[in-house]
T-cell receptor, first 114, second 113 residues
């Protein structure tokens, strides 16, 4: 079946531009997560949604980062006024509501800020 | 806080060699432990997990045992294949939910024919 889909696959932005990254989770998955993976590092948690509610945004690195999931399905991660340190792979993952259910990751969006 | 330390790579092995990738952790609370794998050009996939002490997770010939006394979750495989070439990530979560996975930095494995 269809997995987690992220778009675009690659994004190049000039410093100061705004970007929007899209995530289509697996159908029916109530939980959605965003992670940031810097080059050569493991993913780091950014934010978590259960349906449309953003329950945890403690990992967002600054107020330039904003995520939404208005209808409890597709999510968008927006980064305003991008900086070079924002360059990373942004991973989306989803899971169903069962206890300790595994995360299913998308292939990520590689953002390069020049 | 929570952290995961795993063996730095890259690791290069010949086909049919024995593999160990070390992983140790610190956690506030009782963690669940995971190994994820990332094949070239693909997303992270759950390889195996263990949710309590002395549990052994296994999948595709890989195994890891949750050792609470040594706070470790080392990944092993008796005979690696070229198709096992990938990046392997050790991770933990606390509180019975996978939402705040804390990952190690990853270990690149290359298996040569």
């Amino acid at each position: 079946g269809a997995g987690v889909s992220q778009s675009p696959r690659y994004k190049v932005a000039k410093r100061g531009q705004d970007v929007a990254l899209r995530c289509d989770p697996i159908s029916g998955h109530v939980s959605l997560f965003w992670y940031q993976q810097a080059l050569g590092q493991g993913p780091e948690f950014l934010t978590y949604f259960q349906n449309e509610a953003q329950l945890d945004k403690s990992g967002l690195p600054s107020d330039r980062f904003f995520a939404e999931r208005p209808e409890g399905s597709v999510s968008t991660l927006k980064i305003q006024r991008t900086q070079q340190e924002d360059s990373a792979v942004y991973l989306c993952a989803s899971s169903d509501s069962s206890y300790n259910s595994p995360l299913h990751f998308g292939n990520g969006t590689r953002l390069t800020v020049t | 806080g929570n952290s995961v330390t795993q063996m730095e790579g890259p690791v290069t092995l010949s086909e049919e060699a024995f593999l160990t990738i070390n992983c140790t952790y610190t956690a506030t609370g009782y963690p669940s432990l995971f190994w994820y794998v990332q094949y070239p050009g693909e997303g992270l996939q759950l390889l195996l997990k263990a949710t309590k002490a002395d549990d052994k997770g296994s999948n595709k010939g890989f195994e890891a045992t949750y050792r609470k006394e040594t706070t470790s979750f080392h990944l092993e495989k008796g005979s690696v294949q070229v198709s096992d070439s990938a990046v392997y990530f050790c991770a933990l979560s606390v509180g019975g939910s996978a939402r705040q996975l804390t990952f190690g930095s990853g270990t690149q494995l290359t298996v040569l024919p």
